[in-house]
Nanobody, 114 residues
Framework: QVQLVESGGGLVQPGGSLRLSCAAS????????MGWYRQTPGKQRELVAA???????NYADSAKGRFTISRDNAKRTVYLQMNSLKPEDSAIYYC????????WGQGTQVTVSS
C-alpha cells in the first residue's frame, strides 16, 4: 500500500528554520508530482509548494523566497526547507503525491512561537 511518512516538524522560534521530509513507498515516486500542503483549524488545506517529476516547482505566495521544495528520487523523499518562519506558518503540514485525488501523509505539526 501507499505510505507517505512525514518528519521534521516541531516547535521553532520566529525567524528560525525547519526541514520537513516525506518518505514515500508503494508508488513509482519518480513519476509523481509531489507537494506540501498545510492546514490550520477552521481553514481549508492549502498548497504550500509542489514539485513535478522533472523538478519544476511552484510555491504559494506566502512561501516564495522563504521555502524551498526539493526531491531525491533515489531516496524516494521530498523535502521542504522552511526559513524565516513566522507565527502564521504554524499548521499541520501534509505531504501529497499526485494532487488532490492522490495520496496523503498523516501530517506533521509545525509551531512557530517564541
Amino acid at each position: 500500500q501507499v505510505q507517505l511518512v512525514e518528519s521534521g516538524g516541531g516547535l521553532v522560534q520566529p525567524g528560525g528554520s525547519l526541514r520537513l521530509s516525506c518518505a514515500a513507498s508503494g508508488i513509482i515516486f519518480s513519476a509523481y508530482a509531489m507537494g506540501w500542503y498545510r492546514q490550520t483549524p477552521g481553514k481549508q488545506r492549502e498548497l504550500v509548494a509542489a514539485i513535478t517529476p522533472s523538478g519544476s516547482t511552484n510555491y504559494a505566495d506566502s512561501a516564495k523566497g522563504r521555502f524551498t521544495i526539493s526531491r531525491d528520487n533515489a531516496k524516494r523523499t521530498v523535502y521542504l526547507q522552511m526559513n524565516s518562519l513566522k507565527p502564521e506558518d504554524s499548521a499541520i503540514y501534509y505531504c501529497n503525491a499526485g494532487g488532490n485525488l492522490g495520496h496523503w501523509g498523516q501530517g506533521t505539526q509545525v509551531t512557530v512561537s517564541s
